[in-house]
């Protein structure tokens, strides 16, 4: 007798795991399981567009996977699980890395970045990578979110066309909401995790600068960038952000994090809302539209019922000073990732993108590339009064005189925010934020509420957003036709 499809829409890791301990799902199985959901929806059906590459060797490495546990165990709560990855963080295998742009679509990377070492280490299958905003978003003007050169358009399972699909970790974001694989690990500089985490109805965790190697990614800004987590639920963001940790040597951020937990499950309580203290900045409340209002008062009750004190600020500003930082710091980071990278051998800097996309100008240049032009005329040195200067603010206005100043001015043990409205401030703080679906608009476009702390709090946070999570379970699986 033929043991009965496994529905794979909308499971958790750990009934996933469940199921292959009792023996009536194997992870190769489950692999093509996720393979057949992706033929069916990303380049058929809706076309989400969402997957840019298998990777040739998933089936193997789970069907190897599948014989390690039967004659030595499990590795971790990862084990053979499929995971996707935005398309800007290396795999030492047969995938390319091109971060959206087409100058990069022959660029394979020589190795994998640290945290996928981590991932495999774990016993996870990298099913594939992800489409993105060019340049995770650092391009051009005016591009929309989701759009590569190289991939074309991502589109959101909630409305495809119609519903903004975030960015830049766009394609992360619409696979894990199309159920295309159990988790996915997007980047953020500002937004990029949690946009299109808010936008497809799914978790998103942006963790604090330092806690996730970089080693491996391609850069925007050393100051703020990130890996982290996007999943359908929060239990299984705190698997994954556990499982990507670790210090690494060539990423000397990593060393802040020393001796911080892994096991952020342990932090997954229902009571994880009694007697905090979250702030409410009323200035970026008062801005909302009518119906983002009322999803978050409605958020706002739920919190009150299950014993929260929500106490509303006003210290945080709606708008910071201008900063070129990142202009600075990603003409420094490119040059150095292209520099170390042979197998683009064509382009070596940043004026050697800007170069191949004006000569393939029909191919590359759709929405223009004015973020290159104006990154590419500093130095890249970072030796500019300019760069110092604004550097020296961000890091003031954001941190000491922005986040921390509030939460300990009020006693808070977070803030609370809207979708990505205070990601800014955030990213330049370089502080951690983690986005919860809390429901739809009469349009059926997914919101979230995002609860943003102080350094390294991730696991306050998380316990935070479960109970939030488990009180309102807003999340549900978007409507998508197969041809």
Not at 141 to 165: C, R, T
Not at 385 to 397: A, F, P, T, V
Not at 418 to 424: I, K, S, V
Request: net charge negative; with cysteine; aromatic share 6%.
């Amino acid at each position: 007798m033929s043991k009965p499809t496994f529905n794979i829409l909308e499971s958790t890791i750990t009934e996933i795991q469940y199921a292959i301990q009792q023996e009536s799902l194997t992870s190769k199985e489950l692999t093509l399981l996720y393979m057949e959901q992706i033929a069916n929806f990303n380049h058929a059906g809706p076309n989400i567009n969402a997957v840019l590459e298998i990777n040739p060797e998933a089936l193997h490495i789970a069907e190897a996977l599948d014989m390690e546990r039967k004659q030595k165990g499990v590795r971790s709560p990862l084990h053979g699980i499929p995971i996707l990855l935005k398309d800007n963080i290396d795999t030492g295998d047969k995938m390319h890395t091109t971060a959206g742009s087409i100058a990069l679509s022959n660029h394979y990377a020589k190795e994998d970045a640290f945290l996928v070492k981590k991932l495999r280490e774990a016993g996870v299958v990298i099913l594939g990578k992800t489409n993105l905003t060019e340049w995770a978003n650092f391009m051009t003007e005016d591009m929309p979110n989701g759009y590569s050169s190289h991939g074309g358009q991502v589109l959101n399972p909630y409305g495809p066309g119609k519903i903004d699909v975030g960015g830049s970790s766009s394609g992360s974001g619409a696979a894990i909401a199309a159920n295309f694989a159990l988790g996915a690990i997007g980047t953020e500089t500002s937004g990029s995790i949690l946009s299109p985490a808010s936008l497809n109805s799914i978790v998103g965790i942006k963790p604090t600068v330092g806690l996730i190697s970089r080693t491996g990614i391609i850069p925007i800004s050393n100051s703020q960038d990130t890996a982290g987590p996007m999943t359908r639920t929060v239990e299984d963001a705190a698997l994954l952000l556990g499982a990507i940790m670790g210090t690494d040597a060539a990423d000397p951020s990593t060393g802040m994090a020393e001796g911080q937990t892994t096991n952020y499950t342990s932090f997954l309580n229902l009571d994880g809302l009694a007697n905090k203290r979250i702030g409410l900045p009323i200035n970026y409340f008062n801005k909302m539209d009518k119906e983002e209002k009322q999803l978050c008062q409605h958020a706002i009750h739920v919190m009150k019922d299950l014993g929260a004190i929500i106490i509303e600020v006003e210290e945080l500003p709606l708008e910071l000073p201008e900063s070129t930082v990142m202009f600075h710091e990603f003409k420094n980071g490119v040059n150095a990732y292209l520099a170390r990278s042979s197998s683009v051998s064509s382009v070596s800097s940043l004026t050697d993108i800007i170069h191949y996309n004006q000569v393939h100008k029909k191919e590359a240049l759709k929405y223009g590339q004015t973020v290159l032009l104006e990154a590419d005329m500093k130095s890249g040195l970072m030796t500019e009064k300019e760069y110092l200067q604004h550097r020296i603010n961000d890091i003031r206005l954001c941190q000491k005189e922005g986040i921390d100043k509030v939460l300990e001015s009020n006693q808070l043990d977070a803030l609370l925010f809207m979708n990505t409205d205070g990601c800014q401030i955030a990213a330049k703080a370089g502080y951690p934020s983690i986005t919860v679906p809390a429901g739809y608009t009469t349009k059926g476009k997914p919101s979230g509420i995002t609860f943003t702390g102080t350094a390294f709090s991730e696991a306050n946070l998380i316990q935070l957003a479960y109970a939030y999570e488990q009180a309102t379970l807003h999340r549900r699986t978007p409507h998508l036709e197969a041809e």
